[in-house]
C-alpha cells in the first residue's frame, strides 16, 4: 500500500483505540485543570464579551490566547475610546500600559499589527488589545491616557515607521539621527543604507553609503586535506591493476 493508504489504515486503527467516552472525559479534564491554573480565565471570557457589547462599533473579536490572557481586536478609529474605557471602567481598571509593539507582515494589505499590552492593578489580570494599520495610515496617539506610551510610540515609529497621531515629540529613539528608513520592516535590507567610521584625518565620525564590495576571489571547494582516507573511493585503474595481482597469484 502507499504511504497515505497506510497513513488512513494507522489512523483507522488509533480511532478505533478510543471510545467517545474516552476523549469527553480527557477534554473534560483539561478544562477542568485550565480551570485550576487559571481561575480567572471565565471572568475574563465574560468580560471580553462585556466589552464587545459595550463598543460594538469599535470591538471586531474577542479571544483567550493559549497563556490565558484576554485578547480584543478592534478597529484602529477605536483606540481612544475602547482603551479609555479599560482604564476607566469600574470592572477593568487596565490603568498600566506595559508595553506596545508591532509585528510587520508585508502580505497583508493592513501589513502592521500593534499590540497593546495592559495590566489590571486592582484585578491582577491582563488584557493584550490589537489593531492595525499600513504605512501611510497614521494611528492616534496613546499619550493623552497613558502617559508611558510616549517612548513605546516613539520606538515604534522608529522600528516601523508607523505614525501616532497627536503624539506631543515623535522622534526616534534608537538609532541616530539622520537615520534612513525603519529596522524593524521586512523589506529593510540587512546591511542598511549607511556606514559608520571613524575618520582620523577628519577627526569625527563618518556617514558613507554602504559599499559591499569584494575583490575577486577563487573559492576552492575541494579540501586539500583527506579527512578520510582510508574510506575514499579506489581509482577504477587501480581495481582492475588488483585482479589482474589475485589471478597471476592464482
Given at each position: ?13 488509533r ?8 476523549v469527553?472525559?480527557?477534554r ?10 487559571y ?13 464587545a457589547?459595550?463598543l ?10 493559549s ?6 481586536l ?39 499589527e500593534?499590540?497593546y ?7 491582577n ?16 496617539s ?8 510616549d517612548?513605546?510610540e516613539?520606538e515604534?515609529?522608529?522600528m516601523?515607521g508607523?505614525?501616532f497621531?497627536g503624539h ?6 534608537l ?8 529596522p524593524q520592516r ?8 549607511t ?13 558613507e553609503p ?5 575583490e575577486?576571489?577563487r573559492f576552492?571547494?575541494?579540501?586539500p586535506w ?5 574510506h575514499r ?5 587501480l581495481l582492475?591493476?588488483?585482479e589482474e595481482?589475485v589471478k597471476?597469484?592464482?
Amino acid at each position: 500500500p502507499s504511504t497515505r493508504q497506510q497513513t488512513k489504515q494507522w489512523y483507522q486503527r488509533r480511532v478505533r483505540g478510543f471510545k467517545t467516552e474516552d476523549v469527553v472525559l480527557r477534554r473534560e479534564e483539561r478544562q477542568a485543570e485550565i480551570k485550576e491554573q487559571y481561575p480567572d480565565v471565565g471572568k475574563l471570557e465574560r468580560f471580553g464579551r462585556y466589552v464587545a457589547a459595550i463598543l460594538p462599533k469599535y470591538v471586531q473579536d474577542v479571544r483567550i490566547t493559549s497563556s490565558q490572557e484576554l485578547e480584543i481586536l478592534i478597529h484602529p478609529e477605536g483606540i481612544i475610546p475602547v482603551m479609555g474605557m479599560l482604564r476607566d471602567h469600574t470592572n477593568a481598571q487596565f490603568k498600566s500600559l506595559m508595553e506596545i509593539t508591532a509585528v510587520d507582515v508585508p502580505s497583508r494589505e493592513y501589513r502592521f499589527e500593534l499590540i497593546y499590552c495592559l495590566l489590571s492593578h486592582h484585578y491582577n489580570s491582563r488584557c493584550i488589545v490589537k489593531t492595525y494599520t499600513d504605512e501611510l495610515t497614521p494611528v492616534d496617539s496613546l499619550t493623552p491616557i497613558y502617559k508611558a506610551a510616549d517612548w513605546g510610540e516613539r520606538e515604534v515609529w522608529d522600528m516601523y515607521g508607523v505614525y501616532f497621531a497627536g503624539h506631543p515629540d515623535l522622534r526616534r529613539i534608537l538609532t541616530d539621527y539622520g537615520f534612513q528608513g525603519h529596522p524593524q520592516r521586512k523589506d529593510f535590507p540587512l546591511t542598511g543604507y549607511t556606514e559608520v567610521r571613524y575618520d582620523n584625518e577628519l577627526g569625527r565620525i563618518v556617514y558613507e553609503p554602504v559599499e559591499v564590495a569584494q575583490e575577486f576571489r577563487r573559492f576552492e571547494l575541494d579540501t586539500p586535506w583527506e579527512l578520510f582516507p582510508k574510506h575514499r573511493e579506489t581509482p577504477a585503474h587501480l581495481l582492475e591493476q588488483g585482479e589482474e595481482e589475485v589471478k597471476e597469484e592464482k
